[in-house]
């Protein structure tokens, strides 16, 4: 089985500020994580994904997000927020022979100017 | 050129209704899924279908029933409806079953029970 967990439900920041928000997965395979983001009254769209290889994965909008195996942990960052980034963001991860994706609740990050 | 395109977006009924949602993809993907989003927002797959085979079900009510003509379309029936059933449902679509891709999502419909 596998489980995404992102604590808390909000986070806000101040422009300029930097972005981090938290991830931890449990899978029993090594996993595809992933990274998207919901901007209201829209779908979700793909910020960046792990699959294989480099453990650092750069995303759109300058966002970039560390595979950390030994802590379980895909957390995102941005080094410096901007008001358009105020969205709702999901952690994901599939595993295993079919592509079944399970998300975490998915955290809403505020900009404050 | 919409990738993943969902059609209505908004659709309003009255319980014990019969309604219908479509998905088409543009993509070339072989691999289309149905999510739903409750109003917390938590996303959970409904099902997913390759090459019009459906290969995930999950514990979902079988009033909800996924139709797969090509593999271009994913549409999802709904017998019965009931309040429960307000959410909004995402379709989606990858170039694998296996999950190394990523999923592209469509707008998703909005669907209110009265």
């Known amino acids: 089985a596998q489980s995404v967990t992102q604590l808390g439900s909000h986070v806000s920041v101040s422009e300029g500020a930097l972005v981090l928000l938290r991830c931890n997965y449990s899978?029993?395979?090594?996993?595809?994580l992933f990274w998207y983001v919901q901007y209201p009254n829209q779908g979700l769209q793909l910020l960046l994904k792990?699959?294989?290889?480099?453990?650092l994965v750069k995303g759109i909008n300058g966002f970039e997000a560390e595979f950390k195996k030994s802590e379980t942990s895909f957390h995102l960052t941005k080094p410096s927020a901007h008001m358009s980034d105020a969205a709702e963001y999901f952690c994901?991860?599939?595993?295993?022979?079919?592509?079944?994706?399970?998300f975490g609740k998915g955290i809403t990050l505020s900009v404050r100017p | 050129d919409t990738a993943v395109s969902q059609t209505p977006k908004y659709l309003v009924t009255q319980m014990g209704n019969d309604k219908s949602i479509k998905c088409e993809q543009n993509?070339?993907?072989?691999?289309m899924y149905w999510y739903k989003q409750d109003s917390k927002k938590f996303l959970k797959i409904m099902f997913s279908?390759?090459?019009?085979?459906?290969?995930i079900n999950e514990t979902v009510p079988n009033r909800f029933s996924p139709k797969s003509p090509d593999k271009a379309h994913l549409n999802l029936h709904i017998n019965s409806l009931e309040l429960g059933d307000s959410a909004v449902y995402f379709c989606?679509?990858?170039?694998?079953?296996?999950?190394?891709?990523?999923?592209?999502f469509g707008d998703g419909t909005r669907l209110s029970i009265l």
């Open positions: 993509l070339g993907h072989d691999t």
């Open positions: 989606a679509s990858s170039q694998d079953r296996r999950g190394s891709q990523p999923q592209h």
């Open positions: 792990y699959t294989t290889g480099a453990t």
């Open positions: 899978s029993s395979v090594p996993p595809y």
């Open positions: 994901a991860v599939t595993s295993g022979a079919n592509s079944k994706l399970t």
């Open positions: 279908y390759n090459n019009k085979e459906l290969i």
